[in-house]
């Protein structure tokens, strides 16, 4: 990743949650946040994760494998599932450019450590863009441009 990247890495992967879909299996996402910056539980994923009512579906927050195995056929051990929080509303979708901006309906418990991903206003360009997610609930994969 570059060392210029690890220091984000730590704050920027408790916006990811992993979400049980209902007929989709997997998929990610993130909180986001408005502009009124005031803790909204919107969250940001794809339009093909939509599947069955996204009442049902479950996300889990701070899910990590404590020792992934990359690159190899073992199968990596499961973190905790203890940050799960079940039912969300969908706000919109386009399935051309593939979003879906849902609200989770569950208050987050305040211990759960979490941060909204945001954007400024300043026009300052950053040097680089993350993406963080579990795809079909795999370990957490990052990617950077």
Known sequence: MGGDFDSYKE????????????SSGFCSGSLVNNTNNDGSQYFLTANHCLGGSVGSWAFRFNWRSPDPSCS???????????????????LASNSKSDFALLEIDSPFPSNWDLVWAGWDRSGNI???TV??????GDIMKVSRD
Do not use: W, Y
């Not at 993406?131 to 079909?136: D, Q, S």
């Open 72 to 90: 190899t056929n073992t199968n990596s051990t499961n973190g905790d599932f203890d940050q799960t929080l079940s039912g969300a509303t969908l």
């Open 131 to 136: 993406g963080i997610h579990h795809p079909r």
């Open 11 to 22: 704050q920027l992967k408790k916006s990811v949650a992993m979400t049980i879909v209902d």
């Open 126 to 128: 950053p040097d680089f």
